[in-house]
């Protein structure tokens, strides 16, 4: 059962372009938010974060919107530069007990910018 | 301030063989977690470790174990190697056990393959 879901596995978007990524979740326990980038050979890096009592943050060309009633996240990314091509990863966080939080995380999406 | 460190790169085993992989935190993080990342999928979490303890653990079996030492750097053991634990395995590093905004960040992984 997947908690947290991206459905679009690639994404085109031209240079200059807004680029936006979705993500739709289940567990309504989960009450923070983040997307990291990932390119070939790194580990993740994170990009931008959301508590659930918000809806939207933002950080340069990266804003993410946050719709609690539809469970759905987007990160919408403005202008789009060709450095921008990688991997994203939507991650939620819930506690897991113990003390714990854990980070469940989507499929990713690979997005491409087109120069 | 140097970031989260994973080693070996790559690795090759056999299947029944056990493996270690490591992780150095970064500076002035106390809390480690460990996530397999599978070709195509997200990084699925394993456990993490607080203190030198396990704190919250994902759904892996008990060959999957771990250690944290007084400098906050970590071990991931796996026994009895499977084809199927053919991943990317990730470290993340955070302040502190996931507690509200902590962001966890994430070293460059280990790249496992199992013959």
């Known amino acids: 059962d997947q908690q947290v879901k991206q459905n679009s596995p690639s994404l085109s978007v031209q240079e200059g372009r807004i680029s936006i990524l979705n993500c739709d979740y289940t567990n309504s326990m989960f009450d923070y938010f983040l997307w990291y980038k990932k390119y070939p050979a790194e580990g993740p890096t994170f990009l931008i974060s959301?508590?659930?009592?918000?809806d939207k943050n933002e950080d340069g060309r990266f804003t993410v919107f946050l719709n609690k009633s539809a469970k759905h996240l987007s990160l919408h990314i403005v202008p789009s530069q060709p450095g921008d091509s990688a991997v994203y990863f939507c991650?939620?966080?819930?506690?897991?007990?113990?003390?714990?939080?854990?980070?469940?995380f989507g499929k990713g999406t690979k997005l491409s910018v087109i120069p | 301030e140097t970031g989260v460190t994973q080693s070996p790169t790559h690795l090759i085993k056999t299947r029944g063989q056990q493996v270690t992989l490591r992780c150095s935190s970064q500076?002035?993080?106390?809390?480690v977690s460990w996530y397999q990342q599978a070709l195509g999928q997200g990084p699925q979490f394993i456990f993490q470790?607080?203190?030198?303890?396990?704190?919250g653990r994902g759904n892996f079996p008990p060959r999957f174990s771990g250690l944290q030492f007084p400098n906050y750097s970590s071990e991931l053991n796996v026994n009895a190697l499977e084809l199927d634990d053919s991943a990317l395995y990730l470290c993340?590093?955070?302040?502190?056990?996931?507690?509200?905004?902590?962001?966890?960040?994430f070293g460059p992984g280990t790249r496992l393959t199992v013959l």
């Open positions: 470790y607080y203190r030198e303890e396990e704190n």
């Open positions: 993340a590093s955070s302040l502190a056990p996931g507690q509200g905004t902590d962001t966890q960040y």
């Open positions: 959301i508590s659930s009592i918000k």
């Open positions: 991650a939620a966080k819930a506690y897991s007990g113990a003390g714990s939080y854990q980070l469940t």
């Open positions: 500076s002035g993080h106390n809390t």
